[in-house]
C-alpha cells in the first residue's frame, strides 16, 4: 500500500511542478477497520468476527491506527501544505449502529479529528448507504469532512448531515 502511495505523490508533485495542475488528493489511506477487511479478513470473514469476536476487531482496529495514522501522514507529507485526504470506506455500510459505535468509530473519529488538527481536510468516499450512521457523522468536526455519498437521499442527507460536513453527491461508486 505504501509503495501506492509513494508513486501517487510522486506523480502529483510532478504535475503540479511541471503542468501546474492542482494536486487533489494529497493523500489516500485506509481507516483501520477497513484494513482489516480489505487486506487480512476480506468481508465474509470480517463480518464473521464482527459478530462472534466483536471485541478482538476493535482490539486489532486500535493495533492498526499508528500504522494507518502513518500511511495517510507519509503520503500527503511530500505534498505541502497537506490540503486533502481521500478514505474510502467500505465496511460501515455492513454496521448496525451498535456495532459501528463498538468497532468502527473510535478509531475512524480519532483519525479524522487528528488529521483535522494537522490542518487537513478530509474526503470520505460513503460507499453504500450511510444513512443508520448520521448521527455519528454530526459528531465529527464541522467542516473538516467532504463526504462523497453513494446512495443516500440527497435531500435527506443535506438536512440531516449538511450543517456537519460538505457532501458530493448524485453519482454511484458501483460499476
Known sequence: ????????ASSAERY????????LPS???????????DY???????????????????EAAEALFPMALGDITKGASSLPPFPYCLFPM????????????????PTFSRMIKTLHGMGANIGMVMEG????????????????????LDNEDIFKAKEE?????????????SM
Open 129 to 148: 448507504n450511510w444513512e443508520h450512521l448520521y448521527d455519528f457523522i454530526n459528531e465529527l468536526p464541522n467542516n473538516a469532512v467532504l463526504g462523497f
Open 16 to 23: 503540479k511542478r511541471e503542468l501546474g495542475l492542482p494536486v
Open 90 to 105: 467500505h465496511i460501515p455500510t455492513y454496521l448496525n449502529p451498535k456495532q459501528f459505535e463498538k468497532i468502527y468509530y
Open 40 to 58: 487480512y479478513r476480506g468481508l465474509k470473514n470480517t463480518l464473521a468476527d464482527v459478530r462472534r469476536r466483536p471485541q478482538k476487531v476493535a
Open 161 to 173: 448531515i449538511g450543517e456537519t460536513i460538505a457532501i458530493a453527491a448524485g453519482h454511484s461508486g
Open 1 to 8: 500500500f505504501m509503495h501506492f502511495i509513494q508513486k501517487a
Open 27 to 37: 493523500g489516500i489511506g485506509v481507516m483501520p477497520a477497513d484494513l482489516i477487511m
